[in-house]
């Protein structure tokens, strides 16, 4: 390994492990918000109960996502400083924004929230929570729009060998955010949907005396899932489409699409050889070129065409993504959102229906659906990022370009060792408090009183 | 006052928010072990600073973004020369961030521990390692050229970004010790006092040797001159003044004379780079200044018009928080951590 591929390694592990706690951030705290505008307009104890036992746990997957979310910041300059210098004239500006408008506003709302039951009134605690969850979602605005712009540069000229800004707006308008966006934040809706009606469906199928918490619970979060669901698969739809002309190359990969094709047929399963060749193959026909085009008929380009027309643009080398990576992920995230949208459906049914009481047979089927949403927000960003290669900012500077000139190979694995080791005993102590909140009781009489259970703790006796 | 100016200015601001504000959260972190007897006393201790230490904690993560966006090269070649030292930095804000969350969500004794020693070592390599850092950017690095640089890790430790790192340390434990006394009652209460009053001949110590350190070690004379002008000076006068207030048990007032010992410091450090923002030792020419690390004009006035109309909002929410949480925590408060 070189300091390049140890500097990616470390992007990917340090950023898949951030956004495992994001979407979940983004999505529970508009579902607390909700819960507790149900209770400041009731003043009914349930929707209370329910805003504390989801706040619990939406505070320490936030603190989660607070600390891993720094290195983000950090690590652009650290070990991408010539990528930094090359992009900091656009790259840092909503990076400062994001900080500036949401850091602030999320941290010190948060606390406001968390300490502020008895100090503030019932309104300005609810606005609190409300800002949080605005707060967080915006943060996801800005940082998507720094990443658009490595996904597709815009509103720029190179001056010096440096890429300035030009217009602001065209940076903030870029045409990738808007199906960035709407799809990152939908997929926080579905995450913390699926979140709730697995830890709800545990609670529901206890023996318990009283369920209204997550009955109510899972009301809510089966019509907040099918929000989240169709949402995020419509927009991944149009950012599908979108990728078509803008990043082309992305497409072909992850459909495994060697040759140019017309019409062209979506892959059910397909495999290559290490030469770039299809062995084996199944696909609908057509189904491609409507998904891609919205027609029967219609080119959709190949790997093999892009890879000539990219070395004729930008000079000879390697322009093909890493298919097999691309290819799956792809497969990953569209499968983990099909089922998702069947579960979800079943969900809504059983609501209205009114059979969570009688303990429907499949029910018990949602408590394992909780990884569906984090296999969908992981694999879509491994693909999203895999599939930009060589670039790291797309046809502007490759990712060889990019990296720190003056760090080690020592250096970089050092920090790649610490920060995987570190992560690793906080996701243990993270899923260990997790549990430990989701299996407590519903109601208020909880708080002091599961805190005081004896714990089986997990660095031991 | 062109914009490189003006942003070389809010970027100090924003550090001098950052070693204000996180400088007594980090000192509350530090006395943990040492005024935290017991369980309840240590949450107490926790708990004051529970509302207020994640936000301010992006007043630091701004200033990572603010140097990102305004000086792309500072940031780069800032970020790629401590490399390790951020590496630390990082961890240890960490596990202190998720220690603040986690701690009291148990009750398991040892599960107890280990966080406590989080947020004490969370508390105690930050400001060190910022102290070191903002030594050797004064000091001077070997930066090439290409404005990389090419000296190692072991070039960041020397005596004077040592004792500096200290100072910071010194500044921190006085501060926050006279923020817990302002923040709790009875025992910890005077406890707290009591931290003051032993730690504030060790900070005039450290501010004095630190002093010396940056006479010898930097360029302040040909920059500054003998006479460093009224900030760094009002800065130690405020602090042998804290003295005096602590002596009185005039809590508020001392902390008003640490905040401005903090902020005079941190002005001071400002005053000293200016116009640059590293300093080459391999050839002054290679250093880097507002100006050859700047972003353009054009994003310097996007990012201006943006912090003028945020930071003057952000302060007020901020305030308003620390007005919301105005009262003393004692043995009867709910403590949420």
């Known amino acids: ?461 | 006052m062109d914009l490189n100016i003006v942003w070389f200015v809010l970027i100090a601001v924003l550090y001098i928010g950052f070693f204000l504000l996180e400088g007594f959260d980090f000192g509350v972190g530090i006395l943990l072990p040492f005024l935290g007897k017991d369980d309840k006393t240590r949450r107490m201790m926790i708990n004051t600073i529970g509302p207020h230490w994640d936000g301010n904690e992006v007043w630091l993560l701004t200033a990572g973004g603010a140097t990102f966006a305004a000086f792309p090269n500072w940031y780069a070649t800032m970020f790629s020369a401590f490399y390790i030292a951020l590496f630390l930095l990082l961890l240890t804000l960490i596990v202190r961030g998720v220690a603040f969350e986690f701690r009291s969500k148990d009750v398991h004794p040892r599960w107890r521990a280990v966080w406590d020693w989080s947020i004490f070592v969370g508390s105690l390599v930050p400001p060190l390692l910022l102290g070191v850092a903002f030594a050797n950017m004064m000091r001077g690095m070997p930066i090439d050229a290409t404005m990389t640089y090419t000296g190692g890790f072991f070039n960041l430790l020397n005596p004077y970004a040592l004792v500096t790192g200290l100072m910071a340390v010194g500044l921190c434990v006085l501060h926050g010790a006279i923020f817990l006394s302002l923040k709790t009652t009875g025992a910890l209460h005077e406890a707290s006092r009591k931290a003051a009053w032993r730690s504030w001949p060790v900070a005039v110590v450290l501010v004095i040797l630190a002093t010396i350190g940056t006479y010898l070690s930097t360029n302040v004379v040909s920059h500054l001159g003998i006479n460093p002008g009224i900030e760094p000076i009002a800065g130690f006068v405020t602090l042998l003044v804290a003295g005096y207030f602590i002596r009185k048990k005039q809590d508020a007032w001392a902390f008003v004379m640490t905040g401005l010992t903090i902020a005079l410091t941190v002005v001071t450090a400002f005053m000293i780079l200016f116009p640059q923002v590293m300093v080459s030792s391999t050839d002054p020419a290679y250093s880097l200044t507002i100006y050859n690390a700047a972003s353009s004009p054009y994003t310097l006035r996007v990012m201006t018009i943006v912090a003028l109309i945020f930071v003057p909002i952000v302060l007020g929410y901020q305030i308003w928080s620390f007005w919301v949480f105005r009262e003393r925590i004692t043995e009867e408060s709910v403590l949420e951590y």
């Open chain 1, 1 to 461: 390994m070189d300091v390049l591929n140890l500097a990616r390694l470390q992007f990917a592990v340090t950023t898949v492990y951030h956004f495992f706690f994001v979407p979940l951030t983004l999505g529970l705290s508009i579902i607390v918000a909700l819960m507790q505008t149900l209770y400041v307009r009731t003043n009914r104890e349930v929707y209370k109960d329910m805003t504390k036992f989801w706040g619990k746990l939406f505070v320490i997957n936030f603190a989660m996502g607070v600390v891993t979310g720094i290195v983000q910041e950090f690590q652009f300059g650290m070990n991408w400083s010539e990528y930094s210098r090359f992009v900091g004239d656009i790259f840092g500006a909503p990076l400062a924004i994001e900080a500036l408008l949401a850091f602030f506003l999320e941290s010190t709302f948060l606390g406001l929230w968390i300490f502020g039951w008895d100090k503030l009134s019932k309104r300005v605690h609810l606005l609190s929570i409300w800002l949080v969850a605005i707060a967080s979602n915006l943060s996801a605005l800005w940082i998507l729009i720094a990443n658009s712009f490595m996904q597709q540069p815009v509103g720029y000229e190179i001056v010096n060998g440096r890429a300035q800004m030009t217009d602001f707006f065209a940076v903030v308008f870029n045409p990738n955010i808007w199906t960035q966006f709407p799809h990152v934040i939908a997929s926080g809706l579905a995450t913390a949907a699926f979140f709730i009606l697995g830890i709800s469906t545990y609670h529901l199928l206890r023996p318990s005396q009283d369920n209204a918490v997550f009955q109510r619970s899972f009301q809510i979060a089966a019509i907040v899932g099918i929000l989240g669901t169709v949402g995020v698969i419509m927009s991944g739809h149009s950012q599908m489409q979108h990728l078509v002309t803008s990043q082309p190359m992305k497409v072909a990969a992850s459909e495994a699409l060697w040759n140019t094709e017309d019409p062209a047929g979506l892959s059910v399963l397909t495999i290559g050889n290490l030469q770039g060749e299809e062995v084996f193959s199944i696909r609908i026909p057509n189904l491609l070129s409507l998904l891609a085009l919205d027609q029967l008929q219609g080119t959709v380009r190949g790997l093999n065409d892009l890879q000539a027309e990219y070395e004729q643009t930008y000079g000879p080398g390697d322009y093909t993504p890493p298919v097999f990576i691309t290819y799956w992920s792809f497969r990953g995230m569209v499968g983990a959102g099909i089922l998702m949208l069947v579960a979800n459906i079943y969900a809504l049914l059983l609501v209205m229906g009114e059979q969570l009481g009688d303990k429907p047979k499949f029910l018990r089927f949602f408590i394992w659906f909780i990884p569906l949403p984090y296999i969908a927000n992981t694999t879509g960003w491994l693909m999203t990022e895999f599939g930009r290669f060589p670039w790291i900012v797309y046809g502007l500077m490759k990712l060889d370009e990019g990296v720190s000139i003056s760090v080690s190979i020592g250096m970089v694995a050092l920090s790649l060792v610490g920060f995987t080791l570190i992560y690793a005993a906080l996701i243990a102590a993270n899923i260990y408090l997790m549990v430990k909140f989701a299996r407590g009781s519903g109601t208020a009489v909880q708080d002091e009183a599961s805190t005081a259970q004896t714990a089986v703790s997990l660095i031991g006796d």
